[in-house]
């Protein structure tokens, strides 16, 4: 056993294949397969299995490592994985038991952070439907608490993190816990609104950057102590309120979007949902963005706001878990790339979820902001660069400076 930090909800989740609307067996993408299950799938002599093991199970010969030793193909005649059965259960779980599946297919959705002198980290991810049903429609999911967890020799961490080495080219690593502390912190101050919560953390990491370019991390705490009193005292808000509204950022990201998905190809799901948003927002490519941002905000009065006005914890427990998952605010090249990544991927997923709100109007339900969530999560974390080149072209465009992104986030 080992001691680990997990949101509250990681210990409710139970993987039911029967009742998942998005099965993760279903699809056509190719699962690796560590080494010590390879070996012991390749020695199995069932009469069911084996000729399925021989047929799907082979080599990975591209650059290999001990997770990545051979790869399990799936069936693509029927689009799902060669052990799944017609009424979706595994027919290698259920013939020969859980110790031959390998360690993708057995922890997934889980993920697995270790960071090097302290308790490991355990969430979820939101790709699957059921565990972002359970975190993202519970107020309190993103409770974390201290549990025993056996790994049951099954060490496949998502990411690594050694908070002691490396800090004369990232200096911030000393300051992890504290950033990450502060981020979730302020997160999760619900007397904000959502959108001020992720502007003060611009600011603040606008002005860590500033300290990092001029060889001051040692300045951060106080930076730290001081945001934790402005944001305690509510002494930003007043000047917060007086961020523009104007989403014609909006339809710049909604056209960058459709260019990067049309481009990229794949995640049908996701573009399928971008289209129904751009209905739903009556968005016309002919006209300015000026007129398209005009029904935008119309469409986020009249049925967003109303609905996701009682329900920011949703986005908010999304967010927080993406900080902690993703070892935030270390996932990115500096901390400031880090927030302005998750600013997008926030804007993304509104746009998403007002096209939704348009599109279904009073019958616009908390199933479909999980589906929004669960399918964007899906297609970034199957195709990484697709965010990437989105993010690198509002970049290339000037638009990721923290003016800007105070009047994205903002609307």
């Given at each position: 056993m080992q001691k680990a930090i997990v949101p509250e909800y990681v210990q409710r989740f139970r993987c039911d294949g029967q009742r998942c609307p998005d099965n993760c067996c279903l699809g056509t993408w190719t699962i690796h397969v560590d080494e010590l299950h390879y070996r012991r799938l390749k020695k199995v002599t069932d009469p069911v299995i084996k000729p399925v093991v021989d047929k799907y199970i082979k080599r990975n010969r591209k650059q290999p490592n001990k997770n990545t030793f051979g790869k399990l193909l799936q069936d693509r005649q029927k689009n799902q994985c060669a052990f799944l059965t017609d009424d979706r259960m595994c027919s290698l779980q259920a013939r020969l038991?859980?110790?031959?599946?390998?360690?993708?297919?057995?922890?997934?959705?889980?993920?697995?952070?270790?960071?090097?002198?302290?308790?490991?980290?355990?969430?979820?991810?939101?790709?699957?439907?059921?565990?972002?049903?359970?975190?993202?429609?519970?107020?309190?999911?993103?409770?974390?608490?201290?549990?025993?967890?056996?790994?049951?020799?099954?060490?496949?961490?998502?990411?690594?993190?050694?908070?002691?080495?490396?800090?004369?080219?990232?200096?911030?690593?000393?300051?992890?816990?504290?950033?990450?502390?502060?981020?979730?912190?302020?997160?999760?101050?619900?007397?904000?609104?959502?959108?001020?919560?992720?502007?003060?953390?611009?600011?603040?990491?606008?002005?860590?950057?500033?300290?990092?370019?001029?060889?001051?991390?040692?300045?951060?705490?106080?930076?730290?102590?001081?945001?934790?009193?402005?944001?305690?005292?509510?002494?930003?808000?007043?000047s917060l309120d007086q961020i523009v509204e104007d989403a014609t950022l909006q339809m710049k990201l909604a056209k960058e979007v459709l260019t990067q998905k049309v481009a990229a190809g794949g995640a049908k799901d996701l573009l399928t949902l971008f289209v129904q948003s751009l209905v739903g927002i009556g968005f016309n490519s002919e006209d300015t963005d000026e007129d398209n941002a005009r029904r935008y905000q119309a469409v986020c009065r009249e049925w967003y706001e109303p609905f996701m006005g009682q329900r920011e914890y949703i986005l908010e427990n999304y967010l927080v878990n993406h900080v902690f998952g993703n070892l935030f605010p270390m996932n990115r090249k500096t901390p400031m790339d880090a927030f302005a990544m998750m600013a997008v991927q926030y804007a993304v997923i509104k746009m998403l979820l007002v096209g939704q709100a348009g599109l279904y109007k009073d019958q616009f339900a908390e199933s479909h902001v999980v589906t929004v969530i669960q399918k964007f999560v899906k297609a970034v974390e199957h195709n990484p660069q697709f965010l990437k080149k989105i993010y690198d072209q509002m970049g290339e465009k000037g638009l990721l400076s923290m003016a800007y992104m105070a009047i994205l986030v903002r609307n």
């Open positions: 038991g859980p110790d031959y599946l390998c360690d993708v297919c057995m922890l997934y959705p889980r993920l697995t952070n270790e960071i090097i002198g302290h308790p490991l980290e355990r969430s979820l991810s939101f790709s699957c439907p059921l565990a972002a049903e359970l975190a993202l429609l519970d107020p309190d999911s993103m409770t974390f608490v201290e549990v025993d967890l056996d790994l049951k020799g099954r060490e496949m961490f998502y990411t690594a993190l050694n908070p002691y080495t490396g800090r004369d080219k990232r200096p911030e690593v000393a300051h992890f816990f504290d950033l990450r502390s502060f981020t979730v912190q302020v997160l999760k101050t619900r007397d904000l609104p959502l959108w001020k919560r992720l502007v003060i953390l611009g600011i603040f990491f606008d002005k860590v950057q500033k300290l990092l370019a001029e060889g001051q991390a040692n300045g951060i705490p106080a930076e730290i102590a001081q945001y934790t009193n402005m944001v305690v005292d509510n002494s930003l808000s007043g």
